[in-house]
């Protein structure tokens, strides 16, 4: 059976993140269909949407089926530029802020990049959020953590630092995390520095199986990789958690995304 193979092609006069995220979320819900990703961000002139243009046509001519465009383009004039192209168009301006305009009873600003702009507050909690994940990545520092939102332990490679940083860039969550050790499960107790904190840890759990194949990748054919070693490390992380009371969560086969959301429900926080 031949896999449907299409072009996306995301343009915006900005970064184009918004309708990225948007457009990978809608197309993951049609299966057996092969999609290709092009971007064309920071469309500011008449001449770089007449260059998409000429872009959006190759495409078609050469694959033989139109692109679907996603957008987010503030310009009208640019928008109808875009539209002479041959492409199923989505524009997510179109499709959701005529109906807000209507029922809030005000125009859109029209301004590029609000979202992701200094200027808006959130961005600034955001990157100082980003910083603090950075700072305290895998037990680098335990300066300041009475100021953490959350606390990750798990043994090594379980997913604790892209958590954190999804967490803090997607949510601005202040996340830490902390390694779980053969030295802790010797010790039979978690380190020191987490027990004022015992209410801000979550854990993150791995399949052995799993972990090994990640391990391979970093310390091919060593004890740390080993699945003997593997399967030693995740029980004795889970008997900890379990014996201190810390909620985890298995990551085998769950995305960042799932896992930041769950985690999100248990600190009952609305962001």
């Known amino acids: 059976m031949t896999t449907q193979k299409r072009t996306v092609i995301y343009v915006s006069d900005g970064t184009g993140i918004t309708s990225e995220t948007l457009g990978h979320g809608l197309l993951a819900q049609f299966e057996g269909i092969e999609f290709r990703h092009l971007r064309f961000p920071f469309l500011d002139s008449a001449d770089k949407v007449g260059d998409c243009v000429s872009r959006i046509n190759e495409v078609g001519r050469s694959e033989g089926a139109r692109p679907i465009v996603i957008m987010t383009l503030t310009n009208t004039e640019y928008s109808a530029l875009l539209h002479k192209a041959d492409a199923l168009f989505i524009d997510l301006f179109d499709a959701f802020i005529v109906p807000l305009e209507q029922e809030l009873g005000c125009r859109y600003s029209r301004a590029v990049g609000r979202s992701h702009s200094q200027a808006n507050p959130e961005y600034n909690s955001r990157i100082a959020a980003v910083n603090f994940a950075l700072a305290h990545d895998d037990g680098v520092s335990d300066n300041d953590l ?26 601005s969550l202040k996340a830490a995390n902390y390694p779980l050790i053969p030295e802790d499960f010797e010790r039979g107790c978690l380190p020191s520095k987490l027990l004022p904190f015992r209410d801000k840890l979550f854990g993150l759990t ?34 900890m958690m379990k014996r201190e009371g810390i909620k985890w969560f298995d990551t085998t086969s769950k995305s960042i995304e799932e896992l930041a959301v769950q985690l999100m429900q248990e600190l009952n926080l609305e962001r």
Do not use: H, M, W
């Open 206 to 239: 791995i399949a052995p199986e799993q972990l090994n194949l990640i391990r391979n990748e970093r310390r091919a054919n060593s004890k740390y990789a080993s699945l003997e070693n593997c399967r030693y490390e995740v029980g004795e992380a889970e008997k």
């Open 146 to 171: 009475k100021n953490a939102d959350i606390i990750l332990v798990g043994v090594s490679r379980s997913g604790k630092t892209p958590t954190s940083l999804y967490l803090s860039l997607q949510f």
